[in-house]
């Protein structure tokens, strides 16, 4: 009766161009490999076979900041290393998003001392915080659905440059 | 403070050969962040052509400051750092710091309490080297290994899981004993990893230890000989690869080991292979190790009795009034220790972990130490990879089994 | 103190100025700075003492004399015993003669010692700093060296820490 019985018929399909960017943004989002300390081997089993990233469709991470959008901080991020995040937090091309895995990248959490970074938020601005020392697989699935859900709720509008 | 410096040759003149100032080899940079290092290690390599003919390993991108800010701790508060130090072998570490806490206070602990931290010892060293296992593989570029490897991991962490509520950083050694008692599906859970997990590893044997791809990248690489082994203090796997039967576990016996009967596997060759060979090895010795300790596993108390340093059950919080005081004293001040030091040392899968604690007469420690095995093993690599390849490079630091948690502290 | 270390104890003492100290059975030996090295390479050598466990640093801060006390942590294979010598060292200037001859694995071990404790070793062929970034002022493991403690965030105060704190814009 409507238009939408017609045009399923005729193989065409309606929606608006920031659904679909935003779709194709979420369902294939590579994160880079920034696995510091001990949240990176829960990160690692969150890519193994029993909680499968993949699903989610982070089928491989890559090394290089050059072919990835998103950047995982995972573990604590001392003041030594801080610049080297810097720097490749600045190579990563945008669009780019940066989840803070655990609680000493969202705020040094055991470690309140001269070596840490008090919070990664001081260096990089981070999208989504997951808490937990480290934080369980589901956990950081969790925080990147959420990172999904915060993609695609995005407009044109703030992204662009006056 | 966020910006990067340019790389200042002159640090390192002394330690490259001539030829580098000239240009005729090239200083390559093996940065903190890189697939295949495990964690963040730099590697300043000079290299001519593909060959590596010095390897200066840049360390310290993980410093977290725990030996001070464990100064600042009372010592049961303390120890939930000691976990994130070599966070492989968390258990393995809360036992090296809540052993050296006993012999400075002078605590005995149950042998209920004993066997159970055993059995957990062990069941992370398997998890230890299960990951060894998968980096292994990983870098090597054998990729299922890592699959099936994390597929085993995630039955040990749901052990841990059970006994403590926490997957990894489970501070469930506390001086004296334990946190608290194993829960009634402790024994089925171990009973069925027991039964499961042989033919695993001969799975994983199946996969690599004939192969031939693995034999040639692996067999001759990356010798080291005993003598500099010692010299440079490598311990662990690293000296048994290379021919000296050397385990705390035997030589100096702590928390009941020396009433199970296992073997110390040993090689004589010292090269990579050997190292993986001895670390397959441990897996059967561990297993035999977990099924001892839980067939003799006695019934008893899980702490000790001594109120000064133990906290008492809540249950008798209600009608006794020195449970009171004891509980009141240990949570808000903690208990003092002696003003003088000790320094122990137990068997981690990566080598001699030890504690070196001094007290100062009050509730907090003076001085903690940890003489940590990852630390000295990768000042080996300078020897052990004059004239390699860059890809055996990979191979070696991946067999020597490094974790940065351990090195950077 | 274990039978087999007897000797060895009675050895060192005649030789070099020292002070013997037993805690849970273990041999705590004093001895000087300059004869350290020496001390050293008669254990390894003599009583085959062939690795070298530990070597760190305690500070008795405000004390000044000593300071330091440089801990080595020796352990023998062959005869399957353990021995730590100790070295008190001054506030003032601290200095340490180099056992990279004796022990390679002192030439990380040292640098951390300058590194956290500002202990000046003579003789080392590298020495840079190993932990902290190089640029680094002062030694972090002196006890006047401060923590570093952050205020923690709490209801009351989030919003003036959150006004303080070097959030990265972009």
């Known amino acids: ?162 | 403070m966020a910006q990067l410096e340019e790389a200042n040759l002159d640090l390192y003149k002394h330690l490259v050969s001539e030829r580098a100032l000239t240009g005729e080899t090239m200083l390559l940079n093996m940065g903190p962040q890189h697939p295949s290092t495990h964690g963040v290690l730099r590697l300043l390599l000079e290299l001519d052509g593909e060959t590596v003919i010095n390897c200066i390993p840049d360390i310290g991108y993980l410093h977290t400051g725990i030996e001070k800010n464990m100064e600042a701790k009372t010592y049961l508060k303390a120890e939930v750092m000691s976990d994130r130090l070599d966070y492989m072998n968390t258990m393995g570490n809360n036992l090296a710091y809540v052993l050296a806490v006993e012999k400075l206070v002078e605590l005995d602990v149950p042998p209920r309490a004993q066997a159970i931290r055993v059995i957990l010892t062990e069941l992370q060293r398997i998890a230890s080297h299960l990951v060894f296992l998968g980096a292994f593989g990983l870098d090597l570029a054998a990729m299922s290994v890592f699959l099936y490897c994390f597929r085993e991991r995630e039955a040990i962490l749901d052990i841990a899981e059970l006994c403590s509520g926490q997957r990894m950083m489970t501070t469930y050694f506390r001086p004296g004993g334990l946190w608290r008692d194993v829960p009634v599906e402790f024994e089925a859970a171990v009973r069925n990893f027991l039964k499961i997990f042989p033919k695993r590893v001969d799975e994983y044997e199946t996969l690599l230890t004939k192969n031939p791809i693995l034999l040639d990248r692996t067999v001759g690489i990356g010798k080291l000989d005993i003598a500099t082994a010692l010299q440079h203090g490598a311990t662990g796997p690293m000296l048994r690869a290379s021919g000296l039967n050397w385990d705390l576990r035997k030589a100096r016996p702590y928390s009941g080991y020396e009433q199970y009967d296992f073997n110390v596997p040993t090689r004589t060759e010292g090269d990579t292979f050997a190292r993986y060979i001895v670390r397959i090895e441990e897996f059967r010795e561990s297993m035999k190790i977990v099924e001892q300790a839980l067939n003799k596993l006695p019934m008893g108390p899980i702490n000790s009795d001594n109120r000064k340093f133990v906290p008492p059950p809540r249950s008798e919080l209600g009608v006794s009034m020195e449970s009171l005081i004891h509980h009141f004293k240990l949570w808000t001040e903690g208990f003092p220790a002696p003003k003088a030091s000790v320094y122990s040392a137990v068997e981690s899968p990566r080598g001699e972990l030890g504690v070196y604690l001094e007290g100062d007469g009050g509730p907090k420690p003076q001085r903690v130490h940890w003489r940590t095995p990852s630390f000295d093993n990768l000042s080996t690599i300078e020897k052990m990879v004059r004239g390699h390849l860059v890809a055996d490079l990979v191979a070696i630091l991946a067999s020597i089994d490094i974790v940065l948690g351990d090195i950077d502290r | 103190m274990d039978k087999k270390l007897e000797p060895i104890v009675q050895a060192l003492q005649e030789k070099y100025t020292t002070s013997i100290e037993e805690f849970r059975d273990e041999v705590h030996i004093f001895i000087e700075a300059e004869q350290i090295v020496d001390a050293l390479t008669l254990l390894r050598d003599k009583y085959d003492f062939e690795l070298l466990s530990a070597l760190t640093a305690t500070d008795y801060w405000p004390q000044q004399s000593p300071r330091f006390h440089v801990i080595y942590q020796l352990s023998s294979i062959a005869r399957n015993l353990t021995l730590q010598l100790r070295v008190p060292l001054n506030g003032h200037n601290p200095k340490l003669p180099t056992s990279t001859r004796v022990y390679q694995v002192a030439n990380w071990r040292e640098r951390e010692l300058l590194d956290m404790f500002g202990i000046e070793i003579e003789g080392h062929p590298d020495p840079r700093r190993i932990l902290m970034p190089e640029g680094t002022q002062g030694h972090p493991l002196r006890k006047d060296f401060p923590l570093g403690y952050e205020e923690p965030q709490f209801t009351f105060n989030v919003e003036e820490i959150n006004l303080r704190k070097p959030y990265a814009k972009d």
């Open chain 1, 1 to 162: 009766m409507g238009i939408e019985q017609k045009l399923g018929n005729m193989g065409i399909a309606t929606t608006t161009l920031e659904t679909v960017v935003n779709w194709s943004r979420t369902n294939a989002m590579w994160p880079m490999l920034f696995g510091l300390a001990c949240c990176a081997i829960e990160m690692m089993a969150a890519q193994a076979s029993h909680y499968d990233m993949s699903r989610f469709g982070m089928e491989l991470m890559r090394a290089s900041p050059r072919q990835s959008d998103l950047m995982i901080v995972a573990g604590r991020l001392s003041r030594k290393m801080a610049p080297v995040l810097r720097q490749l937090y600045d190579q990563m091309p945008e669009p780019k998003w940066v989840i803070a895995m655990g609680d000493c990248a969202s705020c040094s959490g055991v470690f309140n001392n001269y070596a840490l970074v008090q919070g990664v938020d001081e260096i990089v601005p981070v999208d989504v915080y997951v808490a937990g020392c480290p934080p369980r697989p589901e956990a950081l699935i969790h925080g990147v659905v959420t990172l999904y859900e915060k993609v695609k709720g995005e407009k044109f509008k703030d992204l662009a440059v006056t």
